[in-house]
């Protein structure tokens, strides 16, 4: 049960508090390998939503991690015991809608105390249809995830359907092999910054972030947005200084048509720079092979070490798909140039005779820390070269 204010004005004196209450909904978490977690909807909603189960431990951002395109198609499960506390802002979205299939929290607040809030958290998710469960065991939840590896799941108010959800769960399709994509990017190009610019950027959206967009554009570069089937023939046409492979969801190896985009700018040795799933992409151009991890990399306090400057850095990281080391080592053009600390796995890459490079996390960090900005410095001074 959760008991809610509701607030009427009848002049600029007088505010009527009524109580309403509600009688929310029994929720269930059903894993695919048929463990069931507990729980109750968000208001007084029923629903059904499926996708792989994941959990991010950042402790802020929460309304920049669910329009995080990279999240298409995944149940997001929030470490951090309270949601909602802080509502929302307009200013502060990745993408026009919300991309995560559903919400899994501990604590959801339907009140909430910053001022520059624009609305509450639950209109937000109510406007965006989309169906979350609190009172759960989040704690639990996630380390039978970390022990046992992402997996599909599906959570609903249809408690009393466990054989019906089971079914319904075992038609989803594993994220391994799954293109995306085409499911977040944009269908028409488009331009972002100023026009009058000092660079030209041609970007291929794959599920690209706005705050990528604004790091590049801040550094005095016009850039124009392509469609994730676009030809290497239609950014060559933008005439640009410089070419950028955005993050977004899904494998990175059914996206050949990206590949082969990389490895015409690559052949022509002109300046590229990937993240995220763009970094996976330019690593599959070279003959490097990806893998999905059995957990993936969701926060704000990953660290990384630059192996060329011999520093550390806190990253904001989002991936459940990785490069392989021992390719990558063996490549006779490529070097590794980030390391993540906490399991040894590329972080970032650079092909030793081209003007190309790329990292597996996120410099643009929305939210997270601005360790890595530089790496978009770094970018244009490639332009510049």
């Known amino acids: 049960m959760q008991f809610c204010k509701t607030f009427s004005h009848t002049n600029e004196n007088l505010i009527i508090i009524r109580m309403k209450y509600i ?23 029923q629903g059904t939503a499926f996708g792989e189960l994941c959990f991010n431990t950042g402790m802020t951002g929460y309304q920049e991690i669910f329009t995080d395109p990279s999240y298409y198609g995944q149940l997001m499960v929030t470490t951090n015991a309270h949601i909602g506390n802080y509502g929302v802002n307009d200013d502060e979205v990745e993408s026009n809608s919300i991309k995560i299939a559903g919400l899994i929290v501990k604590n959801f607040s339907y009140e909430y105390s910053r001022d520059a809030a624009d609305d509450s958290l639950e209109n937000f998710l109510e406007k965006n249809n989309l ?7 989040t704690r639990a939840l996630v380390s039978y995830i970390r022990d046992n590896g992402a997996m599909n799941a599906v959570i609903s108010t249809q408690v009393d359907n466990i054989e019906g959800l089971k079914q319904q769960l075992a038609q989803v399709p594993s994220m391994e092999g799954l293109e995306l994509a085409s499911k977040v990017s944009t269908k028409e190009p488009y331009y972002f910054g100023d026009e009058n610019a000092t660079y030209k950027v041609a970007a291929l959206d794959i599920g690209i972030k706005k705050n ?12 124009k ?3 994730y089937n676009a030809k290497f023939e239609d950014l060559e046409a933008f005439k640009p200084d410089g ?5 977004g969801p899904g494998d990175p190896e059914p996206l050949t048509n990206a590949q082969q985009v990389a490895k015409d700018i690559i ?8 993240i995220c799933l763009g970094h996976q992409v330019i690593a599959l151009a070279n003959g490097v092979s990806t893998y999905k991890m059995y957990n993936g990399h969701r926060g704000i306090n990953h660290p990384v070490k630059n192996i060329i400057t011999g520093k550390g850095e806190i990253t904001s990281q989002n991936h459940g798909f990785a490069i392989s080391r021992e390719e990558t080592e ?21 092909m030793k005779n081209k003007n190309c490079f790329s990292v597996q996390y996120h410099p643009e960090a929305s939210p997270g820390p601005h360790d890595s900005s530089y790496l978009f410095d770094q970018f244009i001074d490639n332009l510049k070269k």
């Open 23 to 45: 009688k929310r909904q029994k929720a269930i978490i059903l894993l695919a390998d048929g463990t069931i977690f507990y729980g109750k909807a968000v208001g007084n909603k």
């Open 243 to 247: 070419y950028f492979l955005s993050n």
């Open 131 to 137: 169906f979350a469960i609190s009172d759960v065991d």
């Open 212 to 223: 990528i967009l604004r790091n590049i554009a801040k550094r005095d570069a016009y850039i």
């Open 330 to 350: 063996a490549h006779p053009d490529l070097e590794i140039t980030h390391v993540h600390l906490n399991d040894n796995t590329v972080a970032g890459i650079a």
């Open 267 to 274: 052949k022509r040795n002109l300046p590229l720079f990937g």
């Open 225 to 227: 947005v392509f469609p």
